[in-house]
């Protein structure tokens, strides 16, 4: 396993629609590890693969330190009710800002073995859901910002 290098806005890579994942190989196994580790060395709750420079539909979350979650083609299937708080990204580092998004959201999603799953978020399980989902499709959260992005204090910091 290895810690690869986040891409912060302004790389064109983040920008981009991601591809399907249409077979598991070594190459791809290894690109998951990696991006777990690289998501908790960096203290996030979620990290999407065109966050480390890889084109793949591809994202890993844990929103508790202790419930790691793997998508692969990800799609959210239903969502119902909203949540207005503040939302950072480890693309956008040293930056926080005021998001809206659904309060409860159902994906389905494919496993490290492509078999595919259900899986249902509410609160920051279902921000984090939306948030990476929306990288895969090029989109950062700095785009549904309601007012300013603020700068973030160190030991603040989530
Ligand atoms: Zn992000």
């Known amino acids: 396993?290895?810690?690869?290098?986040?891409?912060?806005?302004?790389?064109?890579?983040?920008?981009?629609?991601?591809?399907?994942?249409?077979?598991?190989t070594d190459r791809t196994r290894?690109?998951?590890?990696?991006?777990?580790?690289?998501?908790?060395?960096?203290?996030?709750?979620g990290l999407a693969a065109p966050q480390v420079g890889i084109l793949k539909r591809i994202v890993v979350i844990d929103v508790t330190g202790e419930d790691p979650i793997l998508l692969i083609n990800p799609v959210i299937l239903e969502t119902s009710g909203e949540q207005t708080g503040g939302e950072g990204c480890l693309s956008v580092?040293?930056?926080?800002?005021?998001?809206?998004?659904?309060?409860?959201?159902k994906v389905k999603a494919y496993d490290e073995d492509l078999n595919p799953f259900v899986v249902e978020g509410t609160e920051l399980l279902a921000r984090a859901f939306c948030h990476e989902i929306d990288h895969l499709d090029g989109h950062l959260y700095v785009e549904k910002v309601e007012?300013?992005?603020?700068?973030?204090?160190a030991e603040e910091e989530e």
């Open 93 to 105: 580092p040293g930056k926080s800002g005021i998001v809206t998004r659904p309060n409860y959201v």
């Open 1 to 24: 396993m290895a810690i690869r290098n986040i891409r912060e806005m302004g790389d064109s890579v983040l920008n981009k629609k991601c591809k399907e994942v249409t077979e598991m």
């Open 30 to 45: 290894e690109l998951i590890d990696d991006m777990f580790e690289t998501m908790y060395e960096a203290q996030g709750v």
């Open 147 to 153: 007012g300013e992005l603020v700068d973030v204090e």
